[in-house]
Nanobody, 120 residues
Framework: EGQLVESGGGLVQPGGSLRLSCAASGFTFSNYDINWVRQAPGKGLEWVSGITNGGGTTYYADSVKGRFTISRDNAKNTVYLQMNNLEPEDTAVYYC?????????????WGQGTRVTVSS
């Protein structure tokens, strides 16, 4: 069974940096596009960033563009989210999501999330 495990969250001061990791197992990671999605306290899910299966194309929400960088290492079955110049508004639980559309069906996996708190 496929699994995603996020790590790297924590408490950081405004202006600081964190790097989140999402490690995959149990499925062919290199076939899947990956997204980072976050949920702030009391709010719904917000898409943050995405990367195609080969890593050639990346996407960012306007709220994080220029501050966050998504990357992946298919040899390590891991995707990263480098977060710089963090703001209190970035406080949330961050989830990674793997998805693939094949034969008219979506295949998707979710991690359990890692909490990021930006506060002085």
């Amino acid at each position: 069974e496929g699994q995603l495990v996020e790590s790297g969250g924590g408490l950081v001061q405004p202006g600081g940096s964190l790097r989140l990791s999402c490690a995959a197992s149990g499925f062919t990671f290199s076939n899947y596009d990956i997204n980072w999605v976050r949920q702030a306290p009391g709010k719904g899910l917000e898409w943050v960033s995405g990367i195609t299966n080969g890593g050639g194309t990346t996407y960012y929400a306007d709220s994080v563009k220029g501050r966050f960088t998504i990357s992946r290492d298919n040899a390590k079955n891991t995707v990263y989210l480098q977060m710089n110049n963090l703001e209190p508004e970035d406080t949330a639980v961050y989830y990674c999501n793997a998805k693939r559309f094949v034969d008219l069906r979506w295949y998707t996996y979710w991690g359990q999330g890692t909490r990021v708190t930006v506060s002085s």
